[in-house]
């Protein structure tokens, strides 16, 4: 039962132009979303977040869109650069009613914005 | 300020033999977190720990699989007897909080089952 699906396993998109990563997820007791990159023999890094009250959120070139009502979350890179290569993974938080967090994420979209 | 520290990066293990991966938490972070990641899959959620107390294991396999955090030193990921299905990278996040915040990853211990 996969809870976060990221369903383009890889991307390509040229230096300059806009990288649109995308996200479902099925478990409507999220309410909190995380994208995070990862680049090979390293850990994730946290990139951006939005809580399921809002509808965007913008942190300098990364904005992440979130649809409540289609369960559909994207994550928009503009201008794309080289070093945005990497793996991004999406993350849904399920708070626990005993006030803990636990991540569920997709299996991460790779990818590669070429010179 | 350092990060989340995991050792060793890389450990190779025969099967049938025990293995331990180490986490240190960033400075002040008090709630621990285990990951695995599978080949081409995501990381998956195996157990939350706060200073000696387990808090949630629902991820984390019955048999084989142990974790704990000690209140003096790293916390512990234990696997005894390990199978190749084992293999996995396996990654410990930690956070100041326990409820919505941001959880940061180690670089991850990359286990290796002959």
């Known amino acids: 039962d996969q809870q976060v699906k990221q369903n383009s396993p890889s991307l390509s998109v040229q230096e300059g132009r806009i990288s649109i990563l995308n996200c479902d997820y099925t478990?409507?007791?999220?309410?909190?979303f995380l994208w995070y990159k990862k680049y090979p023999a390293e850990g994730p890094t946290f990139l951006i977040s939005i809580s399921s009250i809002k509808d965007k959120n913008e942190d300098g070139r990364f904005t992440v869109f979130l649809n409540k009502s289609a369960k559909h979350l994207s994550l928009h890179i503009v201008p794309s650069q080289p070093g945005d290569s990497a793996v991004y993974f999406c993350?849904?938080?399920?708070?626990?009613?005993?006030?803990?967090?636990?991540?569920?994420f997709g299996k991460g979209t790779m990818l590669l914005v070429s010179p | 300020n350092a990060g989340v520290m995991q050792n060793p990066r890389h450990l190779v293990r025969r099967r049938g033999q025990e293995a331990r991966l180490r986490c240190s938490p960033m400075k002040g972070h008090s709630h621990v977190y285990w990951y695995r990641q599978l080949p081409e899959e995501g990381l998956k959620f195996m157990v939350y720990l706060q200073k000696e107390n387990i808090i949630d294991e629902s991820g984390m396999p019955k048999e084989r699989f142990s974790a704990e955090f000690p209140k003096e030193g790293p916390s512990i990921l234990r696997i005894q007897q390990v199978v190749r299905g084992d293999s996995a990278a396996y990654f410990c996040?930690?956070?100041?909080?326990?409820?919505?915040?941001?959880?940061?990853f180690g670089p991850g211990t990359r286990l290796t089952v002959l």
């Open positions: 993350a849904g938080m399920d708070n626990k009613v005993a006030g803990y967090s636990t991540l569920t």
């Open positions: 478990n409507s007791m999220f309410d909190y």
């Open positions: 996040a930690s956070s100041l909080r326990a409820g919505k915040s941001e959880q940061f």
